[in-house]
C-alpha cells in the first residue's frame, strides 16, 4: 500500500510529549537531543536514443554519474511548559570531479550550478497542548500534494505553521499555512515545463537549490506573484481497518487541488496470515487565476496489496482525463514536491499527465529468514500510455521497470545500504523527430543515523 506520511504530525506529537522534559530553561536546553544522518550517494545514468525508425543513436555527452557526502544535524529541546525548539542543518557535498560540463555531472545531488551547499533547513518552534499540536517555522512536511520528496541528497524543505488536533473521536483534524519552500537538490533533474509541474516540481529553469522561495514563485517562476498555500485535512479511522481521508490545497491565484484516499485492509480469507489492503485515490485541481487556467481533469487510481510475512505485493492503476480548454489539457499539477499515486516509478512521473493511463506491479522480501542478513529485496514494473492530449511528449507508451535492495547492518547499528536501479524506455518520444530517449540507472546509497 502506497502511504501517505505525516512526518510533521509524527514528529511533533513525538517531541512534546515524550519521557523528556525540563522544568526551567537550561533544563531545556541540557535534557535536548542531538540527532542526524550522514548520507554518501552515488549516481550513474546511461542514456539510449533511437530514431523514428528504431535505430539506436548516440549521444555519450548526455550520460551523466555524480558522488556526494553529506547529511544532516540537529538540536531539539526538551519541552518546556509543553514548548520545544528545534534547528537541523542540511549539507552535501562533492566528492567526484570539478568538471562544470552539466551533462557529465549529476546535478541532482548538488545545486543548480553543480555545485556543494550548506543550509539550515530547520528551525521551529513546536508545542502540545492538550489533544492540540502546534508547529512554527522551517520544517518537513510529507503531506499527499506538498512533501519533501527525500530522493536525492536534501529533501524539500519548508516554512509553515501547522495545527493538529485530535478532539474528535478516531478523527485527526490539520490545518497549515505554508509560507515558502526550499526545493531540494533533486529539484535540479527538471527544468520547467510539464514534466517538472505533474513530477512534484515548478515551472522553472532555476530551482535556487538552499533558497528557500515565496511558494507562489516556486510553482511558477519568479515572476509569479506571491502566494501562500493554505492546506485543511480530515483523517478518520472510527472503522476497523478502514482509513479515510480528505486534503484541500489553497493555493492563493493559482489553484485549489482536492485530494482523498480510501485503505480498507482485512485477512486473506484463504491465507488468515495474510493481509489484504485495497486503496482508491481521487484528485481534481481548479484553477484560481483569471488566464493561467490551470484545472485539471480528474485523476482516479485504485491498488490492491497484500502482506504475508516477509512477502509484500501490489497491483496498480491510475487514469489522468482531458481538459482541452486547460493550459496543460488537464494534468495534474504537483509544483510543491507532493507525489502520492500508486503508479509511479522510481524516476518515471507520467501517470498524472493528461490523457495517461498507468499500472504498476510490484512485489519484495525479506530474506533475513533465509540468509540470517536483513535484507529486502523488490522489483517492480511500471507502465505508462500517454496519449496525444498532453505538451510533453508524443503519443506514446512508457515504461519502467526496476529493482531495490535495502541491507540494514546488525554490525554497524542504524547503518543502511541501499542499490537501486531504474530502466525506463520510451521516457519520452520527441513531437518534432520521433526520437525516443530511454537510460539506465544505478544508485548506491549509505545511510548512517545517530
Known amino acids: 500500500m502506497k502511504k501517505v506520511v505525516l512526518s510533521f504530525v509524527v514528529a511533533s506529537t513525538v517531541a512534546t510529549i515524550g519521557s523528556f522534559a525540563a522544568s526551567d530553561l537550561a533544563g531545556a536546553f541540557k535534557e535536548g537531543k542531538a540527532s542526524g544522518q550522514v548520507r554518501a550517494f552515488y549516481i550513474n545514468r546511461d542514456y539510449a536514443f533511437a530514431d523514428s525508425k528504431g535505430a539506436a543513436t548516440s549521444n555519450s555527452n548526455l550520460d551523466r554519474d555524480g558522488l556526494a557526502l553529506g547529511g544532516k544535524i540537529g538540536f531539539e529541546t526538551a519541552p518546556l511548559y509543553g514548548v520545544s525548539a528545534g534547528a537541523v542543518f542540511y549539507t552535501t557535498n562533492k566528492l567526484d570531479d570539478e568538471s562544470k560540463t552539466a551533462t557529465k555531472n549529476d546535478k541532482t545531488l548538488f545545486d543548480g550550478n553543480d555545485d556543494s551547499y550548506t543550509m539550515l533547513g530547520q528551525a521551529y518552534i513546536q508545542g502540545k497542548f492538550g489533544a492540540t499540536t502546534v508547529k512554527v517555522g522551517r520544517q518537513q512536511l510529507d503531506t499527499p500534494l506538498a512533501g519533501s520528496d527525500d530522493a536525492r541528497m536534501i529533501p524539500n524543505l519548508f516554512e509553515a505553521a501547522v495545527v493538529i488536533n485530535g478532539d474528535l473521536p478516531n478523527t485527526t483534524l490539520i490545518g497549515a499555512h505554508v509560507t515558502r519552500m526550499a526545493y531540494g537538490t533533486f529539484a ?119 502482506k504475508a510475512g516477509n512477502f509484500n505485493a501490489a497491483a496498480a492503476y491510475s487514469s489522468t482525463g482531458t481538459d482541452n480548454g486547460s493550459t496543460f489539457k488537464g494534468s495534474v499539477l504537483t509544483p510543491w514536491g507532493g507525489m502520492p499515486a500508486f503508479t509511479q516509478g522510481m524516476v518515471t512521473r507520467h501517470q498524472f499527465m493528461a490523457d495517461t493511463t498507468a499500472y504498476k506491479l510490484s512485489a519484495g522480501y525479506n530474506l533475513k529468514d533465509m540468509i540470517g542478513a536483513d535484507v529486502t529485496a523488490s522489483a517492480y514494473y511500471s507502465s505508462f500510455n500517454v496519449d496525444s492530449d498532453n505538451t510533453y511528449t508524443k503519443a506514446v507508451t512508457a515504461s519502467e521497470p526496476g529493482f531495490d535492495i535495502i541491507y540494514n547492518n546488525a554490525g554497524i547499528k542504524n547503518l543502511q545500504l541501499r542499490l537501486r536501479g531504474n530502466f525506463p524506455n520510451d521516457f519520452r518520444k520527441n513531437p518534432t523527430t520521433n526520437e525516443t530517449t530511454s537510460w539506465s540507472e544505478y544508485r548506491v546509497i549509505a545511510n548512517y543515523n545517530f
Open 188 to 306: 535540479n533533474a527538471y527544468g520547467g515545463g510539464e514534466l517538472a509541474l505533474t513530477s512534484g516540481y515548478g515551472n522553472r529553469t532555476d530551482y535556487k537549490s538552499g533558497t528557500f522561495l515565496n511558494m507562489g514563485k516556486a510553482a511558477l517562476g519568479d515572476s509569479a506573484k506571491d502566494s501562500g498555500v493554505t492546506a485543511v485535512a480530515a483523517i478518520y479511522k472510527g472503522v476497523p481497518g478502514l482509513t479515510l481521508q480528505v486534503w484541500d490545497y489553497y493555493a492563493h491565484e493559482i489553484l485549489n487541488a482536492l485530494y482523498a484516499q480510501a485503505d480498507y485492509s482485512w485477512k486473506c480469507t484463504l491465507n488468515p496470515a495474510a493481509t489484504m489492503t485495497a486503496s482508491a485515490q481521487y484528485i481534481k485541481e481548479s484553477d484560481m487565476h483569471d488566464t493561467l487556467n490551470l484545472s485539471s481533469a480528474p485523476y482516479y487510481a485504485l491498488q490492491l496489496a497484500l
